[in-house]
């Protein structure tokens, strides 16, 4: 969660290439990912992270459209889609239901 807060307060974010943090961060792109203990490309990111303007500016710029993507109302959103869905393909069954009960009756008469 650190991760989004930051890249939403328009900080740069450099961190290891490990876990989930990948899903967040693309390299160059909305971050800097390093290998676990390799303290030279740590520094060599953070660096790079300070000095290079146009490279920070497109990092943020990016960086704050995937924080968006994970906002609260989007959150709430998502959520409200998959209980729609899933109340939809319920009552698909039970019509699909319904309708082979009637199927089954009219074979008996």
Do not use: C, W
């Not at 943020?60 to 998959?82: C, F, M, P």
């Amino acid at each position: 969660m650190s991760i989004l807060e930051n890249m939403a307060m328009g900080n740069i974010i450099v961190s290891t290439n490990i876990g989930g943090i990948p899903k967040l961060i693309t390299d160059r792109i909305t971050g800097f990912l390093v290998e676990p203990s390799d303290p030279d490309q740590l520094a060599s990111a953070v660096i790079e992270g300070l000095t290079n303007i146009r490279l920070r500016e497109q990092i943020h710029s990016n960086a704050l459209t995937v924080a968006k993507g994970y906002s609260i109302q989007k959150t709430v959103d998502r959520i409200e889609e998959l209980y729609q869905v899933t109340l939809l393909q319920r009552d698909l069954r039970q019509v699909s239901g319904r309708r082979r009960t009637l199927v089954e009756e009219m074979r008996k008469e």
